[in-house]
């Protein structure tokens, strides 16, 4: 069983910047394909980024330039920089991992941006 604790959000002006964080419990981090995703009030949950173990990353062009998703190893832990924020960038942000055998969501932190 893996757990993923997300940490980081809350309340930032536009035009301001949050970082992330998801530590994750167990064993297969390292060999996991994380990601962060996003869902808005009344909308479907979307990717946002994501890395492979290999350091391999894509991101949704709505983020691309402003994001920056990142992992340690050592740590088990996943990061998203997030900059240059927008109000539509407001939504419970979730930490995933995913491989063939398992996929494990975190319980989300909420990002508001609002001035």
């Known amino acids: 069983q893996v757990q993923l604790v997300e940490s980081g959000g809350g309340l930032v002006q536009p035009g301001g910047s949050l970082r992330l964080s998801c530590v994750a419990s167990?064993?297969?981090?390292?060999?996991?394909?994380m990601g962060w995703y996003r869902q808005a009030p009344g909308k479907q949950r979307e990717l946002v980024a994501r890395?492979?173990?290999?350091?391999?990353?894509v991101y949704a062009d709505s983020v691309k330039g402003r994001f920056t998703i990142s992992r340690d190893n050592a740590k088990n832990t996943l990061y998203l920089q997030m900059n240059s924020l927008k109000p539509e960038d407001t939504a419970v942000y979730y930490c995933?991992?995913?491989?063939?055998?398992?996929?494990?969501w975190g319980q989300g932190t909420q990002v508001t941006v609002s001035s």
């Open positions: 167990g064993s297969i981090f390292s060999a996991a394909v």
């Open positions: 995933n991992s995913w491989t063939l055998s398992a996929n494990y």
């Open positions: 890395i492979t173990s290999g350091g391999s990353t």
